[in-house]
């Protein structure tokens, strides 16, 4: 039976500027577009999930403003249920800015908004929604204690935790590791969190490897850009290889790799298999601009795969 999937976090309306080149600091450049994407790391990886599977739920703060509007109907286009998102009045939906330049490259700025309303108290009042869920994915875009009370309740209910830890910290508590049964930061996430390089294969592994040792996650599956993803766990490490593509626009790709590796999982596939239909949605999004508008479909991707 296919298992429920909840995805707690942020939504962003993301204002996307294409540029030639990224500015210096003190530099004024001409940009040469502006787009108004719906986005947010929490919205990105629910919207992947529910467009290349179902069974998906976001629970999240918005603003009582068309930001907020656009990104439910966003969300409910990609099929998940968006019954739970918290209408904050007097508060702004979060937003981001982001710059994209000519090589698809990306900086984001996060202005929080209505996400620092996403509270332990928000957290708690959905203790049933946790409880009826089987697998739940969370980042860090919303207050860390927030997230700290979502992956204790997921524990204690005996559910699978997905923790991407974007946008990492220098460190995370260790009582909230143990509890987590994938890590899935990315090279720079990873070099940070483990304080350790990251800049070679074997690095990874080892930084990864730290983190499993010293903290007790389950496993740490870090997306290592066009390389593909790395599984590290207690016993193995498994590098699974992606496809060459041309990049236009690499924002909310390890989103879509999110969206797809947990699709897969609920369906009670292998995680390796999970993390190839991670890899190919993640591949197919890279070629495409904006964060919810370049995720793949279903068929796309089992076309590649
Ligand atoms: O991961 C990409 C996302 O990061 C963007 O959509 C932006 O909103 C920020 O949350």
Known sequence: MERRILV???????????????????????????????????????CAAGKLGK?????????????GQALRKSLAAAGVDVS?????????????????DNGGGNSIIVITGANSQCSPEVIRAHEK???????????????LEAVAEAVRLAKAHGKTVVLNPAPAPDSLPDELLRSVDYLTPNE???ARLSGMPTDTAEQTEQAARSLIEQKGIGAVLATVGSAGALLVTAETA??????????????????????????????????LEAIRMGNMAASISVTRKGAQTSIPTREEVEALL
């Open 8 to 46: 707690i976090g942020s939504l962003n309306m993301d204002m996307v500027v294409n540029v030639e080149q990224m500015p210096l600091r003190g530099e004024t450049i001409m940009g040469k577009s502006l787009a108004y994407v719906p986005g947010g790391k929490g919205a990105n990886q629910a």
């Open 55 to 67: 069974n998906v739920t976001m629970l999240g703060c918005i603003g009582d403003d068309g930001n």
């Open 84 to 100: 739970y998102l918290v209408v904050c009045p007097g508060v702004p939906t979060g937003l981001a800015v982001i710059t994209v």
């Open 129 to 143: 929604l946790i409880a009826d869920s089987d697998i739940v994915v969370l980042q860090l875009e919303i207050p």
């Open 188 to 190: 720079t996430e990873l």
């Open 238 to 271: 498994q590098l699974v290889p992606t496809i060459k593509v041309q990049a236009v626009d690499t924002t909310a790709a390890g989103d879509t790799f999110h969206g797809g590796f947990v699709t897969a999982l609920s369906e009670g596939r292998p995680v």
